[in-house]
């Protein structure tokens, strides 16, 4: 059974900083592109990031490069999301992804992360 669990959210005051974990199970997690995306209330499912099966060419979209970072341990099944400087804008529930094609994707059930002004 495939599982991701995610972790780390929590309220923060804008400027800081938040840490989020996503741990794998039940799936060859270096086999996987590894993503995070969010949803904030009333809007759609945004991507936010991603990070390839070796770790090389991590993706960002334009709302956060240069304040987030994205890693992964593939000894630890691990991947990491190190968000700094947010902004209000930032407040959503945070979702991991592991995508090997289209037919094979999974998703967490998500870690809230809200950002006060």
């Known amino acids: 059974q495939v599982q991701l669990v995610e972790s780390g959210g929590g309220l923060v005051q804008a400027g800081g900083s938040l840490r989020l974990s996503c741990v794998a199970s039940?799936?060859?997690?270096?086999?996987?592109?590894m993503g995070w995306y969010r949803q904030a209330p009333g809007k759609e499912r945004e991507w936010v990031c991603a990070?390839?099966?070796?770790?090389?060419?991590?993706r960002y979209s334009d709302s956060v490069k240069g304040r987030f970072t994205i890693s992964r341990d593939n000894v630890k099944n691990t991947v990491i999301l190190q968000m700094t400087s947010l902004k209000p804008e930032d407040t959503a529930l945070y979702y991991c992804?592991?995508?090997?094609?289209?037919?094979?994707?999974?998703w967490g059930q998500g870690t809230q992360v809200t950002v006060s002004s």
């Open positions: 992804n592991a995508h090997k094609n289209l037919l094979t994707s999974y």
């Open positions: 039940g799936v060859a997690f270096s086999d996987y592109d």
């Open positions: 990070i390839s099966e070796s770790g090389d060419n991590p």
